[in-house]
């Protein structure tokens, strides 16, 4: 079945670590995104890319970094400057200018 | 700046009863549309979208949803609820130039169902 696959479930960060977020589409989709939610509120963007090779800042962008080798997968570092990263991150993807967002089942982030 | 705002934080229903959940965007045109339901811990599955032509439109689960020019809404409705569709539910704009992109999304309801 096509979908997106997030990895792992649950992650846990220390304190000056950077951690990465696995997201892998196997829709073809071109376009991917990363959104933050936390408790009581709506998601967030983080980065979003349209392509290959090219990603573009979100709403929330500091502290965060992406990157976009290859088509399937759009992976989300979150860096020892997000001083707060406790929250549920979900990726998403779409054909560029036309269907809705699918979206993972997402992970959640929390700090030890 | 473009805006979806959900007024109800929280809805409680009983089982068998109605439910209409409220959507109100800020957009400078008529955007495209969406609804989206999440389960705890889960991604967002989506419901219903809004794109042009009939402004009622009908989505997956018995759900569905009308889209008022006038009143800049786009409330999602279910005429009988299932304990099952407790659950958190988001609205969601995009501007009509890119559809399915740069989603904007409303701070969701959290849907409650008593037996």
């Known amino acids: 079945d096509g979908g997106i696959t997030q990895s792992p479930k649950y992650l846990f960060r220390k304190e000056g670590q950077n951690v990465t977020l696995s997201c892998e589409q196997n829709l073809n989709h071109d376009a991917m995104y990363w959104y933050r939610q936390d408790p009581g509120q709506g998601l967030r963007l983080i980065y979003y890319s349209q392509i290959v090779n090219d990603f573009q800042k979100g709403d929330i962008a500091e502290g965060y970094s992406v990157s976009r080798e290859k088509k399937e997968s759009f992976p989300l570092t979150v860096t020892s400057a997000q001083k707060n990263p406790t929250a549920f991150y979900l990726c998403?993807?779409?054909?560029?200018?036309?269907?809705?967002?699918?979206f993972g089942d997402g992970t959640r982030l929390s700090i030890l | 700046a473009q805006s979806v705002t959900q007024p109800d934080i929280h809805i409680t229903v009983s089982e068998g009863a109605s439910l209409e959940l409220r959507c109100n965007y800020s957009?400078?045109?008529?955007?495209?549309l969406f609804w989206y339901v999440q389960s705890p811990g889960q991604g967002l599955q989506l419901l219903l979208k809004y794109f042009s032509g009939d402004t009622l439109v009908q989505g997956i689960k018995g759900f569905e949803a009308e889209f008022k020019r006038s009143q800049s809404s786009f409330n999602l409705r279910k005429p009988s609820v299932h304990w099952s569709d407790a659950a958190e539910y988001f609205c969601a704009g995009a501007n009509n130039n890119n559809a399915g992109n740069m989603l904007t999304f409303g701070g969701g309801t959290r849907l409650m169902v008593k037996p």
């Open positions: 998403a993807s779409n054909p560029r200018g036309g269907e809705p967002q699918h």
């Open positions: 957009y400078g045109a008529t955007p495209y």
